[in-house]
């Protein structure tokens, strides 16, 4: 590894670090905003209070951030294959597995919407999306089974519309924003997910993908789960329906950071790390071509000898 490509990685996990830092900040902010300057009666925050429109200009700083920060950074410390299973995957996928199997009997006992047959489409829908986590808990992912990233799809794609139609939050309000953020930012990251199963990652739509479904499902969860459970919401905007989201995400978002601390892991593979803990699916292109030159070459040499050998043995037969 050269001084550059060392450079390139340090400045990988410095954002990925950095991005925890964030993300824990945005948090801390949502949830002084719900705690101290949230109107329940009307689902806005206070007109005069200040720190909510701090948190939506950190919210814009952030999201540039990511952006700029994915677009510059090389792809060279982009080592990942985005398909690498270690314990914190495997344990993050299996609790995202009893999350969206929970949705899918959520749906199925009514307590999220009950239009018919809307519900039950999410029931099955949720149901094949826990198995494509479970599939990743048990290290079983492969091309094969991507199509199940479209189940998960839609399930994020009915969150996002019992927020955006429900007539009893107002349109603009800032909790459905976030709600519509996490959806929209979640959908992207597994269609890029998707991709890197397949074998056609784009590594800096990967990382920016991933960067914004761990801030904004962590913006979204968090804040909204404390408030709901010290009774800072009221009834106005927090109902089962939205609880039931805030967990479904609180939960996605410790996958997301599984992901992050693999990448951080993984962003150069020179280091001594075990690779070992990541099971049979840690292999980089690069190697693997090595490997196989390599392979290649020593059955050439050994097969020289051998074709010298024969043709000084007919040399001496004829002779």
Do not use: H
Not at 59 to 82: R, W
Not at 139 to 149: A, E, F, Q
Not at 188 to 214: D, H, M, N, P, Q
Not at 290 to 295: G, M, R
């Amino acid at each position: 590894m050269n001084k550059k490509d060392g450079t390139c990685a340090a400045a990988l996990r410095v954002f990925c670090g950095g991005l925890f830092l964030l993300t824990l900040a945005g948090i801390a902010i949502r949830t002084l905003n719900l705690m101290l300057f949230y109107e329940a009666e009307i689902g806005y925050y206070y007109a005069d209070a200040v720190l909510p429109v701090v948190m939506n200009i950190f919210l814009l700083a952030v999201f540039a951030t990511i952006g700029v920060c994915s677009i510059i950074i090389p792809k060279k410390p982009y080592t990942t294959s985005g398909t690498e299973i270690n314990i914190a995957t495997r344990v993050s996928a299996a609790l995202c597995a009893l999350a969206f199997l929970t949705l899918a009997v959520c749906a199925l006992l009514g307590f999220v919407d009950n239009a018919f047959p809307i519900t039950y489409i999410l029931a099955v829908s949720s149901s094949a999306a826990a198995a494509y986590f479970i599939l990743w808990a048990l290290g079983k992912t492969n091309s094969s089974n991507v199509l199940l990233t479209v189940t998960i799809i839609i399930s994020l794609v009915y969150v996002l519309a019992a927020s955006y139609f429900d007539i009893f939050v107002q349109m603009n309000s800032p909790n459905k924003t976030l709600t519509q953020l996490a959806c929209i930012a979640s959908m992207l990251f597994f269609i890029y997910e998707a991709r890197a199963v397949t074998g056609e990652k784009k590594s800096k739509l990967y990382v920016f993908s991933l960067s914004c479904a761990l801030f904004f499902a962590g913006m979204a969860s968090f804040p909204a789960i404390i408030a709901y459970l010290t009774d800072n919401l009221g009834n106005y905007f927090i109902s089962i329906n939205y609880i039931v989201f805030d967990i479904l995400f609180a939960i996605l978002f410790v996958y997301y950071a599984a992901r992050v601390v693999t990448l951080m892991i993984t962003a150069d593979k020179d280091e001594e790390t075990d690779l070992s803990a990541y099971g049979d699916m840690y292999v980089f292109p690069e190697e693997a071509e090595a490997a196989e030159a390599e392979s290649v070459a020593e059955e050439t040499v050994a097969e020289e000898p051998a074709a010298e050998e024969y043709t000084e043995q007919e040399t001496t037969e004829r002779n």
